[in-house]
């Protein structure tokens, strides 16, 4: 199972993004996908996550900036990054919980993907 990400780079603050994550390989179904960020010198911390219901949760710095969508045909979450500010500089981490059988679940990880914002 492998996670691509891509869609990080520089922006100005006020700027917009898209990441997108694949999901491929041997998978049963996915539970859920999320995006995860770490700044130097910080802890990673959930951005946000969807379950495959739908279900959306988001980190309070980035509500009503940042939507999280999926496309559970082509095993793929976006994350839409509006009104970036320089504290969203960080590398952005792809997760996904998912069944790689019907009774084996695990989380996997995509390398991480730069964005950085300018002021």
């Known amino acids: 199972v492998q996670l691509q990400a891509s869609g990080g780079g520089l922006v100005q603050a006020g700027g917009s993004l898209r990441l997108s994550c694949a999901v491929s390989?041997?998978?049963?179904?996915?539970?859920?996908m999320g995006w995860y960020r770490q700044a130097p010198g910080k802890q990673r911390e959930l951005v946000a996550g969807?379950?495959?219901?739908?279900?959306?949760n988001y980190a309070d710095s980035v509500k009503g900036r940042f939507t999280i969508s999926s496309d559970n045909a082509k095993n793929t979450v976006y994350l839409q990054m509006n009104s970036l500010k320089p504290e969203d500089t960080a590398l952005y981490y792809c997760?996904?919980?998912?069944?790689?059988?019907?009774?084996?679940?695990?989380?996997?990880w995509g390398k991480g993907t730069q964005v950085t914002v300018s002021s």
């Open positions: 997760n996904a919980d998912l069944l790689t059988t019907i009774v084996v679940r695990r989380d996997y």
């Open positions: 390989g041997s998978i049963f179904s996915i539970n859920a």
């Open positions: 969807i379950t495959s219901g739908g279900s959306t």
